[in-house]
T-cell receptor
Framework: QKEVEQNSGPLSVPEGAIASLNCTYSDRGSQSFFWYRQYSGKSPELIMFIYSNGDKEDGRFTAQLNKASQYVSLLIRDSQPSDSATYLCAVNRGKLIFGQGTTLQVKP | GAGVSQSPSNKVTEKGKDVELRCDPISGHTALYWYRQSLGQGLEFLIYFQGNSAPDKSGLPSDRFSAERTGGSVSTLTIQRTQQEDSAVYLC??????????????FGPGTRLTVL
């Protein structure tokens, strides 16, 4: 079992819809979690981080953390074609442990 | 610029040659990290520095890989006797300080290494 698991996708959603990206992790002691976005041929860019159970909102993005169930999710509201990218979930242990990433396709 | 910079952006080398990859972290960031991303693979941790020390080298794949950091700033990742399986994008990241918590890492643009 990988330490951080993501469905590789692709996840395809129509423009304007909500995209839901999920991530599970195996180390119950993990404290903080990051979502990065990576466009093809580019380096990862930070979207947001979360460390408390519940929801954290930033613009069109909402991160959700459930430590009891060991999953983290990222919701993107009003998805735009420019959101089409690979979304990487990472567990922070000083170093980042990344999932394989989920490819999101937003179709106009 | 204010971001992490890496050089070269692309490097093509022949099998068996040595290569050096450079990373300039964000000014004031004490922690520096190297990752590798191979085609179809996820991001793989290699090594991290706090200041000039490397508390965690656990991700270096073999003794052909080494890294150093000087002056608490610039870092160099050296790959000796390169092999074709070393072909990947090498990413550097920096953060304000090390450890867990909300220590956000910011990535540079990467160096794409191709070993022929």
């Amino acid at each position: 079992q990988k330490e951080v698991e993501q469905n590789s996708g692709p996840l395809s959603v129509p423009e304007g819809a909500i995209a839901s990206l999920n991530c599970t992790y195996s180390d119950r002691g993990s404290q903080s979690f990051f979502w990065y976005r990576q466009y093809s041929g580019k380096s990862p860019e930070l979207i947001m981080f979360i460390y408390s159970n519940g929801d954290k909102e930033d613009g069109r993005f909402t991160a959700q953390l459930n430590k009891a169930s060991q999953y983290v999710s990222l919701l993107i509201r009003d998805s735009q074609p420019s959101d089409s990218a690979t979304y990487l979930c990472a567990v922070n242990r000083g170093k980042l442990i990344f999932g394989q990433g989920t490819t999101l396709q937003v179709k106009p | 610029g204010a971001g992490v910079s890496q050089s070269p952006s692309n490097k093509v080398t022949e099998k068996g040659k040595d290569v050096e990859l450079r990373c300039d972290p964000i000014s004031g960031h004490t922690a520096l990290y190297w990752y590798r991303q191979s085609l179809g693979q996820g991001l793989e941790f290699l090594i991290y520095f706090q200041g000039n020390s490397a508390p965690d080298k656990s991700g270096l794949p073999s003794d052909r890989f080494s890294a150093e950091r000087t002056g608490g700033s610039v870092s160099t990742l050296t790959i000796q006797r390169t092999q074709q399986e070393d072909s990947a994008v090498y990413l550097c990241a920096s953060s304000l300080r090390d450890g867990g918590g909300m220590n956000t890492q910011y990535f540079g643009p990467g160096t794409r290494l191709t070993v022929l």
